[in-house]
Structures are given as C-alpha cells and as structure tokens.
C-alpha cells in the first residue's frame, strides 16, 4: 500500500516565524499552569504581635518557572476571612513575603486563638497553614482616678 504525497515549498515570512514562536510559548505556559503548583516557603506557627517583629510571617511560591497564576493570601478564623494580606498576579519561582500584624480588615486587634493563613488560586488546591495568635504579658495600661 503507498500513499500519494506531495510536498510544496514554501517561505516563511517573519511575521509568520513571530507568530509560531509566539504560540509555541503560549503552549508552554498553558503546560506550566496546568503543572502548577503553590509551595510554601516559611511560615510561623506562633505569633505575639504586640511585641517587635512579632507579627506572624509567611512566605509561598508558585513553581514550575514560568508559571503564573492570580492569587489571593487571606487570614481565617472559623471559615471567615479576617484579613485580606495580598492579592495579585504569582509569577512562577518568585516568593511573596507577608507578615500579618495581628489586625482585621478594620485595623482591630484580633482576639487570641487559633487562624488559618490560606493562600487560594484558581484551579489549584488552596496552601494553608495554622497559626496561633497570642498575647503574652501586659497588652495595655490604663491610667485610674
């Protein structure tokens, strides 16, 4: 059995090479997405933020290079957001740095106890480490008549 076959030359202008190149690296960060994933770099379990650096620090990335994706970085406590500490575009193998002073949305202390620090994108399962918040020692003094 054979096969009829013919091939024709053909030039390739350079717009043309432009756009092959082009969509050769749209496939190749369609195949980082769908390779992604978030990692975490540090993250405190413990934190006092009344005292100098005691606010709770975190740190993630999302790997392979190359990769992108928009994230959000949220503080949880009982399945409610207590605080939004950053929301934008991960660009692959570049970490994002937060520390959370211990404050809601507001600007109010929270109470001590038990959170969650999430980071959440689409399409991937949420990073999430649990953080306890505490108050060691004298928080205020208040002056009396």
């Known amino acids: 059995m054979s096969a009829n076959v013919s ?9 043309v090479l432009v756009l092959a190149a082009a969509l050769g690296a749209a ?8 390779h992604a994933r978030l990692e975490l770099d540090h993250a405190s379990r413990v934190a006092d933020p009344k005292l100098a650096g005691g606010g709770a620090e975190f740190a993630f990335h999302l790997a392979p290079p190359g990769a992108s994706a928009t994230a959000v970085a949220e503080v949880v406590r009982a399945g409610l957001v207590v605080d939004t500490l950053w929301s934008g575009t991960l660009a692959g193998g570049i970490p994002v740095a937060l520390t959370w002073d211990g404050r809601d949305a507001d600007g109010a202390r929270c ?7 999430r980071v959440s994108v689409a399409g991937l399962p949420p990073l999430e480490r649990p953080l306890q918040l505490v108050r060691l020692g004298i928080t205020e003094i208040e002056a009396q008549d």
């Open 7 to 15: 091939f024709r030359r053909v030039a390739w202008s350079a717009p």
């Open 27 to 34: 496939q190749q960060v369609q195949s980082a997405a769908r």
């Open 111 to 117: 109470d001590t106890g038990a959170y969650l620090l």
